[in-house]
């Protein structure tokens, strides 16, 4: 009888980005209000972050408040900042005992001040855990971004300190706030909407998209599992060819 040797799992991928979306509608599906479905979104961070450390993925990036989103109305919008603000305070201690290190990007000036100082606490006092490198998108935009990376080289430029013929990406993304972080493999979007909304342009430049059409407050290990499996079915050429 010949045998056949089970073929090792793939490793799963070392970064995975995720667009939080669909709140308000699981809310507006259960007759509850938006306030609701945000109370459970958070409620599925967590689910997504054991999972994460469960799987041994390296890096996880999740976008929880965009540089748009103060669009929104006054009322929602502290809703959002006050989960924020309970997040932080009730997570750090299975962040701790689970090895994550949590870093926050996006524009934090423009957060209240206590958030600014509960975000740095929780920076400080995951700093030195390294199986899991939790990044949270607080009033984070793509675009913005970039042009804070422009801005830091033209200063360099004038300042002498770096010749404008000598510009390449690495020097680039020293300038992003994502420097230090591999970009993503696997970016999934959930609640069926299939764009980027502003996250992370320069860094999906290959990323592999998932949309899925699940409601962020039903995302959990199942969804993070199919997702990857798509994740595994694609084959990443990088402009190459086929093998
Ligand atoms: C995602 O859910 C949460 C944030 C963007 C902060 P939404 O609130 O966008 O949910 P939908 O898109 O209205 O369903
Ligand atoms: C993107 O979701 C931002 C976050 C998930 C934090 P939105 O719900 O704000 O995006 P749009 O408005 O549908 O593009
Ligand atoms: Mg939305």
New binding site residues.
Partial sequence: MEIVAARPAPDPPRHVAI???GNGRWALNHALPRAEGHRRGASAVRQTVRACVELGIRYLTL????S??WKRPKGEVQTLMDLLRFYLKSEIEELERNGVRLRVIGDRDGLDRDIQNLILFAEQRTEGNARLNLTI?LNYGGRREILAAVEAMIRSAVAGKLDPGCVNEQKFEEGLETHGLPDPDLLIRTSG?C?L?N?LLWQCAYSEFVFTQTLWPDFGKAELLSAIEEFHQRERRYGGTRG
């Fill in positions: 667009i939080m979306d976008f929880a408040f965009s748009e989103n998108a909407e764009r909304s996250f």
